[in-house]
């Protein structure tokens, strides 16, 4: 028995005694990174949030900024594939390790596996972590592990714990860090259209980091505006790629006429806002805004086309960032703070278009949101589908005969697209139709985007169109 495996063998079960901030002697970035990534574990932290309030308290530059997003994320994304490597290089179940201790060992196995930081280094630093939230012998099992994962290369681990699959989704789920039910239903919504055989492909970009798209929001973003941004985004008419700089700093240079958004989230507010000329004096509607990234594309779209919106949200905290983002629009936007599902009742026979952009899972969004794979359960769809169908049965009640709504999510989950648009209008009884949603998209988009014909809706993919995975469908009320 090698010392490391005998120090293994002694060690790394014993939960911490105490739990101090780690060692200072632990370089910025990595002890950030690490502290973000217990934060997700122990009391459900957004890394997204939380790991750039961490950069900005601790004045990271930005080499180091970017060390410590990159070492955060990917250790979160590829969590599921460092759980099956560790366990295989402990000799043990995850379950049976100290999970501040599993922590250090996922983000110690990141750089060794993922980065070019050297092994010392990597393996120096995760032992001076252990040592402070650790018990006394964890240092020598986090040591033991880590220089156990050392003497193999990536390819060299991924063969092993491919053996160990039961399955092809299996097999998938370990390769490319998902949860298996998450794969299944990756597989399923390729499948509706046809693509079942760009799985691996999906799941690969959801590891990859998102490009930081920019809106400038028409008829209010400047020709100097559009300058400071990088190149045209390569569908949205009104989309960028940012190639660098800060985008925050962009957004408040140009007070909200330019802002951070997903083409995808460009486009699903476009498919409604554009589907059909607006005509003066029409009421639209956004009924789950918060926080208000479409609402503020959609107010723009309305008031150049003199229409006039109004944006609902249920959360009073998310309401007011809908008033903060639609603070770019020199007319006040209403935004109320209503139940969406009571909108039928309220509101009947009111609205010309309206978007119905339901709370979801976010499936679709998983480049964004490092741990919310791990998160989210197959129970959380079945929750959700239950709003999501009163919410599209109220809004399509709220709609005047005639108009048109768009109903989006940023999930391709087929329990929350297909079956809740499918449900909605079978039970409206030939009052709905959907409408040709791929040939609107299609209409304004500035390249082809490949849909496939007869869907009735547009699912985008983070793999085929850089997007994250937005789902949506125009469903019009009989005139
Ligand atoms: C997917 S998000 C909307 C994102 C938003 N359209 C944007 O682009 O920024 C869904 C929103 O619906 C809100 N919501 C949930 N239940 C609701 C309800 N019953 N009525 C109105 N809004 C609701 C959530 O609080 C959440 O802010």
């Known amino acids: 028995m090698s010392d490391d495996r005998a120090r293994m063998d002694r060690a790394g079960t014993t939960p ?14 990595r002890r950030i990174a690490y502290e973000v990534i217990a934060a997700v574990r122990e009391s459900d932290a957004y890394a997204n949030l939380l790991l750039p309030t961490r950069i900005q308290r601790a004045a990271l530059g930005t080499a180091d900024a970017a060390l410590a997003t990159e070492l955060t994320y990917g250790t979160l994304r590829m969590q599921g594939f460092y759980d099956r490597v560790i366990a ?47 018990s006394r012998s964890a240092t020598g099992f986090t040591n033991g592990v880590l220089r156990t994962i050392a ?42 259209e046809g693509h079942e055989d760009e799985l691996a492909d999906l799941l690969a970009a959801d590891n990859m980091a998102a490009k930081v798209n920019m809106v400038a929001l028409p008829g209010l973003a400047t020709d100097a505006d559009r300058e400071r941004l990088g190149l045209a985004d390569e569908f949205s008419p009104v989309g960028f790629v940012l190639d660098s700089g800060d985008p925050y700093h962009l957004v408040t240079a140009t007070e909200g006429r330019v802002r951070v958004q997903d083409e995808g989230s460009q486009i699903a507010a ?13 009421r639209w509607l956004d009924l789950c805004a918060g926080p208000g990234g479409k609402a503020a594309l959609l107010a723009s779209e309305a008031r150049a086309g003199g229409a006039e919106l109004v944006a609902n949200e249920l959360v009073p905290a998310r309401a007011t960032l809908v008033r903060t983002a639609l603070q770019a629009l020199p007319e006040t936007v209403p935004v109320w703070e209503i139940d969406g599902t009571t909108i039928g009742q309220t509101h009947a026979d009111t609205f010309d278009r309206i ?27 079945a929750d959700l589908a239950g709003l999501q169908s009163g919410l599209l049965d109220a809004a399509l009640l709220a709609l005047k005969p005639g108009g048109i709504l768009a109903y989006v999510t940023c999930s391709p989950h087929t329990a ?13 009884g030939g009052s709905v139709t959907a409408l040709d949603t791929a040939a609107v998209v299609q209409s304004f988009s500035a390249a082809n985007l490949d849909l496939p ?7 985008l993919w983070p793999h085929r169109h850089g997007t994250d995975a937005m789902f949506i469908t125009l469903l019009q009320r009989a005139p």
Do not use: M
């Open 16 to 29: 911490a005694r105490s739990r101090q901030a780690p060692a200072d002697n632990v370089q910025p970035a």
């Open 88 to 134: 295989l290089a402990a000799n043990r179940p995850v379950s049976a390790i100290d999970p501040a201790i599993l922590d250090v060992l996922r983000l110690g196995a990141h750089q060794l596996l993922a980065t070019r930081v050297a092994t010392h280094a990597a393996v120096n630093e995760s032992v001076s972590l252990a040592k402070q939230v650790g």
């Open 151 to 192: 003497r193999s290369s990536v390819e060299e681990w991924r063969e092993r714990v491919l053996e160990g699959a039961v399955n092809v989704d299996d097999r998938l789920a370990a390769e490319y860090s998902h949860p298996a039910w998450i794969v299944r239903a990756f597989r399923q919504a390729l499948k509706a």
């Open 270 to 282: 476009l498919a409604l806002s554009r589907a059909k000329p607006i005509v003066a004096g029409e």
């Open 355 to 381: 978007l119905l952009d339901a709370p979801c899972t976010g499936l679709g969004a998983l480049r964004r949101r490092p741990e919310a794979r791990w998160r989210k359960q197959p129970k959380d769809v």
């Open 416 to 428: 929350e697209t297909r079956a809740i648009v499918a449900l909605a209008v079978r039970k409206a």
């Open 453 to 459: 014909a007869d869907t009735g809706s547009v699912q």
